[in-house]
């Protein structure tokens, strides 16, 4: 219920000189069940007031967490823009089943710490196995959305949060009611992934090697930004020497260091 102090906090993170701000929703589920939420107006609010914020406050990105409708009133404000999942971006909608997991302290492996939905547990199958193979987490990856959800123009770049039609009813598949918007019928808005461009890149073994032990959830970012700076550059080919340049010029010299 602290919606409205976010102008301050942001003002108070770009005078900090703070590059990134997280500015996670909470999803009532578990011992939050009982918390209030803000309301449906208020939400969609916010998440408006986040998107205009991109223009607002120069070297410092804003992003909403844990809110997929971000992507849908970013795409709303600017079809072209560079955090929707139209243009590749994959961040700030949903990632559960798709991009991370998590692992209960008793091994149950679920799509989303909001859930407690198990595709099965790590003592008994690999994790491997139960994130490439697991029913569970096809529906996530493939899935069939039902209500608005499904019929919405905007279901592969938003989707809805899948948790909250979980913990009110059981079905994870069914429409986001926090959700205000009112599908239009159009055709969907579809997701960009590699473009033909982006293969034209080459990359050396060694590079190649580290991208690929990149977490996944980071990795389609990494490589998009990596080939984008090469072809500005005319920079043939993709060596760790460019990613170390890189990683340094984008987070300076005191950035973690990733051994692979």
């Known amino acids: 219920m602290n919606y409205q102090e976010l102008p301050s906090v942001i003002d108070w993170e770009h005078q900090l000189g703070a590059k990134l701000l997280n500015v ?8 939050g069940e009982e918390l209030a939420y803000i309301t449906p107006t208020q939400y969609e609010e916010v998440l408006g007031y986040l998107v205009n914020c991109q223009d607002k406050y120069n070297g410092m990105t804003v992003r909403a967490r844990c809110a997929p409708h971000f992507k849908r009133l970013a795409y709303e404000k600017d079809p072209n823009s560079p955090i929707t999942k139209a243009t590749g971006y994959m961040g700030g909608g949903c990632l559960a089943g798709t991009n991370y997991a998590r692992v209960t302290p008793n091994g149950e492996l679920t799509p989303c710490p909001y859930m407690p939905l198990s595709a099965g547990n790590i003592r ?10 697991s029913d569970v987490f096809n529906s996530f990856r493939y899935p069939q959305l039902k209500g608005k959800c499904g019929d919405c123009e905007y279901t592969d770049i938003c989707g809805g949060c899948r948790a909250r039609p979980y913990v009110d009813h059981g079905d994870w598949l ?32 060694d590079s190649e090697r580290r991208l690929n032990r990149i977490p996944y959830f980071l990795r389609a970012m990494v490589k998009k930004g990596v080939e984008k700076h090469a072809r500005e550059n005319s920079i043939p080919l993709i060596t760790i020497e460019l990613m170390e ?10 950035a973690p260091v990733f051994k692979f």
């Open 24 to 31: 996670f929703f909470i999803v009532c589920t578990g011992r």
């Open 124 to 133: 008994e199958t690999s994790f491997v196995d139960l994130w490439e193979k």
């Open 174 to 205: 069914d429409e986001d009611q926090w959700c205000l918007y009112t599908p239009k019928g159009g055709e969907k808005i579809k997701v960009a992934f590699n473009t033909p461009e982006e293969s034209h890149v080459a990359w050396d073994e």
């Open 245 to 254: 340049e890189l990683r340094k010029k984008r987070f300076g010299n005191e």
